[in-house]
């Protein structure tokens, strides 16, 4: 009859053996670990759709600008050239704003000059004149001459009475201003007079203020005297040289007119 065959255990009981391990089964380094890649990948999900939103709203609330606007002058590839007057230009009309965009052509201002626009006039009624003495032939030319040479005695004279008027005007604003100037001097004098009495109670505020306003009157008749001098005196100026730029171009006309018939 066969024997069962005994455990280890049971061997170690039965011949009073003690229990021996052999050979570790498990090492520190085996022990697991736990998977925190599921945790981790929650984390960053999270992260991400929460850096999602804040971009989200901060595009939605911040404006970026769709263009920089930079200074900067346009120039083209051409020779410039520089237009220059040797009279004053004032510009009647702005047809574009700054900034604005134009086209090539386009009318950007519209200016003008009381000098200039003269001198144009001038010429045009010379080239005018001297259209229509072409048409009468050499059988006018002497008499056109003459015409001119009556015109331009006439223009000559009319300067000489305006500069006479002018000396005229000069001396007659050397008396009024001298006047005028005495009586702002008295006036002051007379305010200051008045201020002192009014500090030593000699006489009231209201008697003080009427010598002030009794100076301030007299300047005022000063400068608007003055005012009226200055455009009065430009006026004369200003047909003085309207009348001198005719001659010029009568007297350039006439000089065409001889050489013409002497051709």
Sequence with gaps: MSETPLSSDQQEGRYGLEPRQYERLYWEEDIPVKDITRGLGRWLFGIGLLL????????????????VELPFVLR?????????FPFAVYADELLVDAGQPVTSGQVLARITSPEIVRMINAVEGSESREGTFRTYGEAGFAQQQAALQREINAHRSRIAQLEEDLTLLEQSWIGTRTALEFAVDD???RWHTAEQLLSDGVISRQDAQSAEKALKDAEDDLNAEEAAWRRERLDILTTIDELREKVTSLGILRTRIGLEMQE
Excluded: H, L, M, N
């Design 52 to 67: 999602f939103a804040v971009i989200g709203v901060v595009s939605a609330v911040v404006k970026y600008p769709d263009q």
């Design 76 to 84: 083209s590839t051409g020779p410039e050239e520089i237009y220059k």
């Design 187 to 189: 006036a002051r004098d």
